[in-house]
């Protein structure tokens, strides 16, 4: 079983930044994506920043030129850089990671992974 895990969370003022991390049991670089999603009470978990094996970026739109993923290989650790932060950003935030396999029947495998989340407050 892979650990997955975050930290960095914490109350920011609006306008502030905030950087997270996260790092696993298994090289970050193992994975074939790794993303950062978001949850609010009430409401379903939202996928706001991702990263292929191929260094493929994609973000939401409502964070789009305000977050940043990326990875470290000396540290073997994913960010999350937020600048602008507003209101709205806070959330509970989630590393997740994916591992795609093939078995020995030639079957795809999707082995999903989450962290146990971090708490980010935006708020004067």
């Known amino acids: 079983q892979v650990h997955v895990e975050e930290s960095g969370g914490g109350l920011v003022q609006p306008g502030g930044s905030l950087t997270l991390s996260c790092t696993a049991s298994?090289?970050?670089?193992?994975?074939?994506?790794m993303s950062w999603y978001r949850q609010t009470p009430g409401a379903q978990r939202e996928l706001i920043a991702s990263?292929?094996?191929?260094?493929?970026?994609t973000y939401a739109d409502t964070v789009q030129g305000r977050f940043t993923i990326s990875k470290d290989r000396d540290k073997d650790t994913l960010y999350l850089q937020m600048i602008a932060m507003k209101s709205e950003d806070t959330a509970v935030y989630y590393c997740?990671?994916?591992?795609?396999?093939?078995?020995?029947?030639?079957?795809?495998?999707?082995?999903?992974?989450w962290g146990q989340g971090t708490q980010v407050t935006v708020s004067s």
């Open positions: 990263l292929n094996a191929g260094g493929i970026e």
């Open positions: 298994k090289s970050v670089f193992s994975f074939n994506i």
């Open positions: 997740y990671a994916r591992k795609n396999l093939i078995g020995v029947g030639l079957e795809n495998l999707t082995y999903d992974y």
